[in-house]
């Protein structure tokens, strides 16, 4: 639900810590970012990513707040990187066995399918590109508004995010 309501990689879904989820100008918000033992696939890849107003509801943040220990900060406990520095191998191997047996037997649809829907549905909802570069962690090679433009604020981003609608089979 977290990459069909955020556009999130898969890695970066699985190595998040509990301190990755704050509030920014009262916007709860993934922090992406390559701290500690994290990896990102690029330096555009940091970002900060308004939580979707579904998984708030479906209890996400009660779920984080409620995951961190004295001995982990992880939001994932059971999950462990790989020999490669890798959190999401297994989660993704399991989900490509469940996807073909349970969804689709198409070979192009993979978890990753999931930032396409969320970068398709923004762009037919009118969504600027930049804004959807910026949640997806895309670079913006534009002078104006990527070399001298700051990045946009949590409100515009949640404005964004918000767009994110798959209708009633997927609402509360």
Same mark, same amino acid.
């Given at each position: ?16 810590? &509990? ?31 308004? &939580? ?63 930032? /396409? ?37 949590? !409100?515009?981003?949640?404005? !964004? ?8 089979? /997927?609402?509360?």
């Amino acid at each position: 639900m977290i990459a069909m309501f955020s556009g999130m990689r898969l890695d970066e879904i699985c190595q998040l810590h &509990v301190e990755d989820i704050l509030e920014i100008d009262g916007i709860p918000c993934f922090d992406i970012n390559d701290r500690g033992e994290k990896k990102l696939k690029s330096r555009s890849s940091q970002r900060i990513i308004p &939580v979707h107003p579904f998984l708030i509801q479906h209890g996400f943040l009660d779920y984080v707040g409620q995951a961190v220990t004295k001995d982990n900060q992880q939001v994932w406990k059971n999950l462990t990187k790989n020999k490669y520095g890798y959190w999401g191998k297994k989660l993704g191997n399991w989900y490509g066995r469940f996807n073909r047996k349970h969804i689709t037997a198409d070979p192009k649809k993979c978890f990753h399918s999931f930032r /396409h829907t969320v970068a398709d549905t923004m762009k037919q909802t009118g969504v600027q590109e930049g804004i959807i570069g910026e949640i997806l962690g895309h670079s913006n090679e534009s002078i104006t508004t990527g070399r001298y433009g700051k990045k946009f604020r949590p !409100a515009a981003l949640s404005e !964004a995010i918000k767009m994110l609608d798959y209708g009633p089979e /997927h609402g509360p």
